[in-house]
């Protein structure tokens, strides 16, 4: 078989020379790093470790930026804010055993959260491989094994020509839709081993599109154009796809309400007459939701928050458009759409007929009111007053990560994003520590902008470490540490459950005197005081901290009462 080749790029003569004659000194390590150059990273994320030396010693003879953190997990939520923000991959160099271990609560949240994380971890010499007991530091009989039910794709290498393949397809898995964390596996004497393979040049790892099958479309189209009471959930892959305009220009040309997912704030705009806003944990919007004759669900699987901890139970026809398709009719009987949300959306804008409805926002304004009315019945004035206040203090265009905290939980369902792709949190997987090496993250993406984090003084203390790390690189952000001496939301539920608490109260130290030790700024404010100080922190260029002593308390649920009371 003979094949064409005239459209191959011709060298020139003295990059022909450069390629018969690499530079000498070069290892495995350059192969990675020059892998990750090539398919256009800039920045990586990680901890150094023995195994891994080879990758780190060649960052030096690269262009790449390194943002080292103290902690591997720690350096995971750092490297999944930068890709949740960029939409980029973040590469992650993690060493073998226990620094490839400590990273997978964080590579847990990356894939909850569908955030690009290029994991790059060593292994041990490749005479150790195959799970015998050699007795190597680090050693696991199958490292692979600890991971392989987090991220989406395992590469394993075993040569160092094999290197620039394996990054590059774990680069395209990364960024296929869905998005999510990859892992990519080199032993240790794979990345030392000197190397005379030419200079990696650009790659090419385009992800490959995900769109809906047309006949779909045709039908979710019919649906839709001919509902009576249409609404749209609006999950986070309406904004991983950046596909919030197509969702508002769907929503007004079928005059639909739209509530969104805790993980897609920001989707559409909290004061446009269409939106439902994102209270997502209460009765009346579950009953509006379950009223709809048509509910078209975008980048979302329904799951225990979105579902109001699965008391809802749609009547109608129910849309699901997922590029996860294990998701696709996980929880509900839909007509399932396995698709990247822009696309579909795209395709269903164009498809549907346009539908008058008078009375749509004001039963959305109706569904507010009753909220509005049921929460301002518990006075629970100090957390909206809180809430507002960094509301009122944060830039629109400052993004933001809060940890498993109360005041988190609060901003879920009342926090206006404002913007697409801004507000950001921990709730995929739910781990504590996510907050704060999180804006580490998203400050070493565009050190412009000055970024918040948002924790409670129990998951302050899972990242106190990475305030040298700010400290270090300079990064603007600020760190709101609301201290309730104690893990809050935990005091609240084991209270409510079996009214007492058990291991919920927690000695902490003077966070305003340890961020100083490490020369961070910091400051304890109060209530009142909290806009002007936080605002001020954001204001300023470096890290800084803001203490705010104050126990809050959750709104009253309504997952617990009769589906309908």
């Known amino acids: 078989m003979s094949h064409d080749h005239d459209d191959r790029p011709q060298l020139t003569a003295a990059q022909a020379a450069a390629v018969l004659n690499p ?5 495995g390590g350059d192969l990675v790093v020059e892998s990750l150059q090539g398919l256009g990273a800039t920045t990586v994320f990680g901890l150094p470790g023995q195994h891994a030396l080879g990758m780190f010693d060649a960052l030096r003879r690269s262009s790449l930026r390194y943002v080292g953190l103290r902690v591997e997990n720690n350096a995971g939520f750092a490297a999944d804010a930068y890709g949740r923000i960029t939409g980029e991959v973040a590469p992650l160099l993690l060493s073998t055993g226990p620094g490839a271990l400590t990273s997978l609560a ?11 994380v290029l994991a790059i971890s060593s292994q041990i010499p490749t005479a150790g491989l195959g799970g015998g007991r050699h007795g190597y530091l680090h050693e696991l009989r199958d490292q692979q094994a600890s991971v392989r039910d987090i991220v989406k794709s395992v590469h394993t290498v075993r040569a160092a020509s094999q290197i620039p393949s ?7 898995s990364a960024l296929t839709a869905p998005h999510g964390p990859v892992w990519v596996e080199i032993p240790q004497d794979v990345l030392l081993a000197e190397t005379t393979l030419p200079v990696v040049s650009a790659m090419d790892a385009t992800p490959r599109e995900l769109y809906p099958r047309p006949e779909l479309t045709i039908a979710a189209a019919h649906l839709l154009s001919n509902a009576e009471r249409p609404v749209i959930i609006a999950g986070g892959g309406v904004v991983r796809s950046d596909a919030s305009g197509k969702l508002r220009a769907l929503a007004e040309k079928i005059e639909a309400p739209v509530v969104t997912t ?6 559409f705009p909290w004061e446009h007459p269409l939106s439902l806003r994102s209270w997502l944990e209460d009765r009346h919007t579950t009953d509006f939701l379950e009223d709809a004759d048509v509910l078209l669900v975008v980048g979302s699987g329904l799951g225990e928050l979105s579902s109001n901890y699965h008391t809802f139970r749609p009547r109608g026809r129910v849309i699901q458009i997922e590029a996860d398709a294990g998701k696709l ?43 509005r009315a049921r929460i301002d019945a518990q006075e629970l004035t100090l957390e909206q007053q809180v809430l507002d206040a960094v509301r009122e203090a944060l830039p629109d265009g400052s993004p933001s990560f809060w940890d498993m905290t109360i005041l988190a ?20 997987a739910g781990g504590l520590g996510y907050g704060f090496p999180a804006a580490i993250g998203a400050a070493s993406a565009d050190p412009t902008t000055p970024v918040l984090a948002v924790s409670g003084d129990g998951g302050a203390m899972y990242s106190i470490a990475e305030l040298a790390t700010a400290r270090q690189y300079d990064l603007p952000l600020t760190w709101l540490i609301v201290d309730d001496g ?35 700024p910091a400051l304890r404010t109060t209530p009142e005081s909290l806009a002007a100080d936080l605002g001020k922190a954001l204001a300023a260029p470096g890290p800084s901290v803001v203490v705010l002593p104050a126990l809050l308390r959750m709104f009253e649920p309504t997952h617990l009462q009769a589906a309908h009371p």
């Not at 530079?23 to 290892?27: E, H, L």
């Not at 964080?106 to 690009?116: D, G, K, T, Y």
């Not at 959306?345 to 569904?367: C, I, P």
């Open 23 to 27: 530079p000498a000194g070069r290892n």
């Open 106 to 116: 964080a590579l847990q949240e990356a894939a909850a959260a569908s955030a690009p």
């Open 166 to 172: 394996a990054i590059a397809a774990a680069w395209e």
């Open 262 to 267: 805790f993980g897609g704030k920001g989707a």
């Open 329 to 371: 009719e996980s929880n509900h009987p839909a007509l399932g759409i396995h698709s990247d949300a822009r696309e579909a959306l795209s395709d269903l804008l164009e498809a549907v007929e346009r539908r008058q409805d008078a009375g749509a926002a004001e039963r959305v304004g109706t569904v507010l009111e009753k909220v």
């Open 409 to 428: 939980y609060w901003a879920w369902s009342a926090f206006d994003a404002r913007r697409p792709n801004t507000m950001h949190s921990a709730q995929g």
């Open 486 to 520: 104690g893990y809050g939301i935990l005091r609240e539920y084991m209270t409510g459950a079996f009214g007492e608490t058990t291991g919920t109260e927690l000695s902490r130290p003077d966070f305003v005197a340890l961020a100083e030790s490490f020369g961070v």
